[in-house]
């Protein structure tokens, strides 16, 4: 039963914190795509925990939690579970599996402080990891990004409409947008850490003694309460003790946050980046390359801070044809050695799928466009099967390309999805201004046909 265990067995249900961006406590930001329960945690009255109302050992305890841990130590995957167990199951590494790289508690360890009926005793197992997401506010609209991530996604959301819808279904609430003063569409319901004394004091209480941020938003380098965050820690004197990592797009890495980012332990970036030249500036609008790749520049030569940075390639139908083209400029011409490092378990890029809305994952596409693009991936493999590469990186770049063809043709959604996926791509780029032939001339004909 142990050695079965071992399988499925994540340490995040015992060390961490993990919020919504509404502040909503949940077992991890993976417990999103295909859980039923959207991993949210809820008290024997059926409140959700939120970082903004109740104390963070409170919620460690929830039922959901319990019913996750106790399915673990049996060795089952929890239907919570399921983009990890999909993950695996396509050779992609999941969540879980980094997460068990990183932390020290193991099997053998949880298994004593946890009772038969998945209850923790949070006594013995202090939260050492917190997933902070402050808010929505951000500065790109991303196509596989939405209103929930970011706010700069209202305008076209409208639209996608012609105003007949202002409002979306989030995981905690249905979402109304309205229109303040000057006619920007607004809502509250990501404010939650304005104002919020209880979320401070949880941060205050907790945030000095974890080992590990990560913050996320929106985008967190532009958002002033993350700021708040950093200079708290490093005023508490604990900053040099403590990792932070983030997910960012890059935009914005200010002189400040080079200054703090020196007290820490090691800064950790997921740099949002999951393409180069006109393939990014699509998919990441309204970012620019030639402006994120000098941001990236600055960071990475930047020998002050203690840095660890990667590259979260967002797997998409707009950018899957692309992905080996970017993984080939990354080892030729980036000139990002600290990005994905040569010498590191994943010396090209970290991929990870997009699993929803349907229509943007890659499963969508037709079956003569799968095969194409395997072909086309084949040529890439050959590719680097030809150079002076070492055999990690030569076998890292077969194991992208293989476990991305893998999740691909697992599984059909173009009979209920396609339609859809050229639907919104048509909507959005006329919006936008934008034409997704010209990104991927290979879609031509599909497009053309609908």
Known sequence: METKAKDTFCPLPWNSINLRNNGDMRICCNTNSYSPQRGIMKNEEGETYNAGKHDFNEARNAQILKDVRKDMLKGEWNPECERCRQEEVNGIPSRRQYENNDWDIKLDTAIPIT???GTLDVDKQLIEFIDIRYGNFCNLK??????????????????LTDGKVTGYNDTHTRI????????????????WFKDAPIYWNNFEKYAHDAKKLYIVGGEPLIIAEHEKSLQLLVDGGKAHNIEIEYNSNLTNVTPKYLKLWAEFKQIRVGASVDGFGKVFDYQRTPAKWKSVYGQMKKLN????????????????????????????WKLEESELDRYNPIDGMRPTITQHMCHSPKYYNIKVLPQHLKDDIEDHYELYKSWVDGTDYSDNVKRHFHEVCDSTIRFMQSESYEKDHLQGFIDITNKLDKIRGQDVREIVPEYIEMFDAH
Request: with cysteine; proline share 6%; aromatic share 16%.
């Open 176 to 191: 109304e947008l309205h229109q303040n003063e000057r006619g920007k569409w607004i809502t509250d319901q990501y404010d």
């Open 142 to 159: 991303c196509r596989m990004c939405g209103p929930t991530d970011s706010h700069m996604w209202y305008p076209d959301f409208i639209k």
């Open 301 to 328: 030569d930047n020998r002050d801070i203690n840095l660890k940075c990667w590259f979260t390639f967002t797997v998409t139908p707009y950018n899957v044809y692309h992905m080996p083209e970017f993984m080939k």
């Open 115 to 117: 009772q038969e009926d």
